[in-house]
């Protein structure tokens, strides 16, 4: 399958074009993204399956595993294909507890871009998204110095394209005062759906939006309404969910993880399933 024949076609951040269906990474690390995978040859074939499929994202962190992601995307795939596009975020680092703390500092951030770049093997980071927030969410305050720090790394020529993650409505405002926003990850989906109004005003402006936990995360979506459309279209839930955020508006780009190749092929058939009016008002119900 070629790029242009991923559902969903291509959307260009920045000056890149990748596939509006990406791939994220973070499932690739072990249990509770700490750790390496208990099967490694299987993760390499994950992203070797992804780029063969026409995959031109990959979203990662160096927050996976620590750096075991990362890492397992340089094994798998350096020399990179010249399409292929890495989206990593800086902001966040690991305890030995597995949770998730703040690390916006400057020395942090300049610290985190350095080991991006080294682990990934690269001599440039196509986009980098500073992740706000915690683990709960987005949280209001200002990202100057956090975001101003990012905005001089990419003078150095460290970083092409800048985004933000976990960010409120006001830190996309602000951040784009600071320097061009090319993408906001946030979590959103079918069932998720605080940032409607955003993903609208980003998509005015040719921001995309790239929604995480697109499948639920952690704890797959569920919900009647979405078993009834998916067993009316013979299809699965996952397949209705990530086919309905194509739907939902032009600069929204996927990034489903999962560990395995053949859940892999299936969310790239998914993806492309056609949604009627009828399919479409019946989901757009459920998270209203
Ligand atoms: N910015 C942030 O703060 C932030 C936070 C979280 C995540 N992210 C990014 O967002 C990406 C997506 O989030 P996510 O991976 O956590 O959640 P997700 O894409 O919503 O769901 C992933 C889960 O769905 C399962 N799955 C995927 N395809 C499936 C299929 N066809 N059938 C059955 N199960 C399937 C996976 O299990 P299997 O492995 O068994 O397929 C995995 O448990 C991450 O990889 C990461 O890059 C960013």
Aim: hydrophobic content about 45%.
């Amino acid at each position: 399958m070629s790029s242009t024949s991923l559902p969903g076609g291509t959307w260009t951040l920045g000056d890149l074009t990748v596939t509006r269906f990406g791939y994220g990474a973070m499932q690739l690390a072990g249990p509770g993204v700490m750790g390496p995978p208990a099967d490694p040859d299987g993760a390499l074939a994950v992203l070797r399956e992804a780029v063969a499929l026409g995959v031109t994202h990959i979203d990662t962190s160096d927050a996976y595993g620590p750096h075991v992601t990362n890492e397992l995307i340089r094994a798998a795939l350096h020399p990179y294909p010249q399409a292929l596009h890495i989206v990593t975020k800086v902001g966040a680092t690991r305890d030995p507890q597995g949770g998730w703390p703040p690390a916006r500092q400057p020395a942090q951030l300049r610290r985190a871009v350095h080991e991006n770049l080294t682990n990934l093997g690269l001599d440039v980071l196509d986009l980098v998204n500073l992740r706000l927030g915690d683990a709960q969410g987005p949280r209001p305050g200002s990202l100057a110095e956090a975001f101003g720090t990012l905005a001089d790394l990419r003078q150095e020529g460290l970083i092409r394209h800048l985004g933000v993650s976990n960010a409120t409505a006001e830190q996309v405002v602000e951040a784009q005062q600071i320097a061009p926003v090319v993408c906001v990850q946030n979590l959103y989906n079918l069932a998720y759906r605080q940032d409607d109004a955003l993903i609208d005003a980003l998509a005015e402006q040719g921001v995309a939006y790239v929604p995480f936990f697109p499948l639920g995360g952690f704890s797959p979506l569920q919900s009647a309404a979405l078993s009834a459309v998916a067993a009316r279209l013979d299809a699965t839930p996952m397949s209705v969910a990530l086919a309905w955020l194509l739907h939902r508006s032009p600069n929204i780009l996927l990034i489903p993880g999962t560990s395995s190749v053949a859940h892999l092929r299936e969310n790239v058939v998914g993806a492309g399933l056609a949604l009627s009016d009828e399919d479409l008002a019946e989901l757009d119900k459920i998270g209203r």
